[in-house]
């Protein structure tokens, strides 16, 4: 899967590093850090993703202190 990082500033959202995980996720997923529920809604709701959660600590690891983050399962569509 293809994780994309995303911090928010005033202004919407500043896209960060853009990797791929070792790890298999089926379904997307927009993680965030403590703190962040909300800026992480707000990306799942304008990419058409359903879940959140708190960030892993192997998803953080790719993530250089990113707020919010979005795991693009292996099922997913284009993102818009």
């Known amino acids: 899967p293809i994780v994309v ?6 202004s919407g ?3 960060g590093v853009v990797t791929n995980t ?3 996720y089926a ?14 809604a707000d990306v799942a709701k304008s990419v ?6 708190v960030i892993t600590p192997q998803i953080a690891s790719l ?3 990113a ?7 292996l099922g997913h569509g284009p993102v818009p």
């Open 27 to 40: 379904n997307s997923i927009v993680m965030y850090t403590k703190g962040n529920e909300a800026a992480a």
């Open 5 to 10: 990082t995303m911090s928010y500033v005033q």
């Open 67 to 73: 707020d919010v983050t979005v795991v693009v399962g």
């Open 48 to 53: 058409n993703i359903a879940d959140t959660g």
């Open 22 to 24: 070792t790890s298999s």
């Open 13 to 15: 959202y500043n896209l």
């Open 63 to 65: 993530t250089e202190n």
